[in-house]
T-cell receptor, first 113, second 112 residues
Framework: NAGVTQTPKFQVLKTGQSMTLQCAQD?????MYWYRQDPGMGLRLIYY???????DKGEVPNGYNVSRLNKREFSLRLESAAPSQTSVYFC????????????FGPGTRLTVT | SQQGEEDPQALSIQEGENATMNCSYK?????LQWYRQNSGRGLVHLIL?????REKHSGRLRVTLDTSKKSSSLLITASRAADTASYFC????????????FGKGTKLTVNP
């Protein structure tokens, strides 16, 4: 099992450009999450999906959109990137009804200039 | 807003010593979890303690929970250089099953 995979690993964007971060999990988990991590901070939840076909806002959703394409895949889109979105983005998943522990991908380091 | 606050923000010890990290949180919880993050990597789940538990062990890890003080501690015994990482506490607030709320983390350095 690969667990949770994310692409790309690194990305540099100019202000106003758009991009989609991809996430996939092969653990048959129902719930998936997108977080951002800024220096000296913990993780902040951007969006989550409790099941295929549903998405909900987290703590910092502004400037982002998400798509739960199927049970395996959950993508995060930046429509018009801003320097404030420079961050490391993590995708995570967990099995619903389980012990609530989340499994994390390796992260995408995004720089917006 | 962040639910958990870890203390200290940074901790440097010698190999073989014990490391203790503390976490305080603000609201009632279902459970509290500890995660480790090695530099440049994703987070890895270490241990979960439920709100009705007071202490839990896993290998060299010992976690305590005091719900009256809204605090938890993570003890790593006989630390190794490989334990060098950032450690985060995360809580599931009562009534919320999806949103895991993280603290800012403790950066632990174990010197060989």
């Amino acid at each position: 099992n690969a667990g949770v995979t994310q692409t790309p690993k690194f990305q540099v964007l100019k202000t106003g450009q758009s991009m989609t971060l991809q996430c996939a999990q092969d653990m048959n988990h129902n719930s998936m999450y997108w977080y951002r991590q800024d220096p000296g901070m913990g993780l902040r939840l951007i969006y989550y999906s409790a099941s295929e076909g549903t998405t909900d806002k987290g703590e910092v959703p502004n400037g982002y959109n998400v798509s739960r394409l199927n049970k395996r895949e959950f993508s995060l889109r930046l429509e018009s990137a801003a320097p404030s979105q420079t961050s490391v983005y993590f995708c995570a998943s967990r099995v619903t009804g389980g012990r609530n522990e989340q499994y994390f991908g390796p992260g995408t380091r995004l720089t917006v200039t | 807003s962040q639910q958990g606050e870890e203390d200290p923000q940074a901790l440097s010890i010698q190999e073989g010593e014990n490391a203790t990290m503390n976490c305080s949180y603000k609201t009632s919880i279902n459970n509290l979890q500890w995660y480790r993050q090695n530099s440049g990597r994703g987070l890895v789940h270490l241990i979960l303690i439920r709100s009705n538990e007071r202490e839990k062990h896993s290998g060299r890890l010992r976690v305590t929970l005091d719900t009256s003080k809204k605090s938890s501690s993570l003890l790593i015994t006989a630390s190794r250089a490989a334990d060098t990482a950032s450690y985060f506490c995360a809580t599931i607030p009562q009534g919320g099953s999806e949103k895991l709320v993280f603290g800012k983390g403790t950066k632990l350095t174990v010197n060989p």
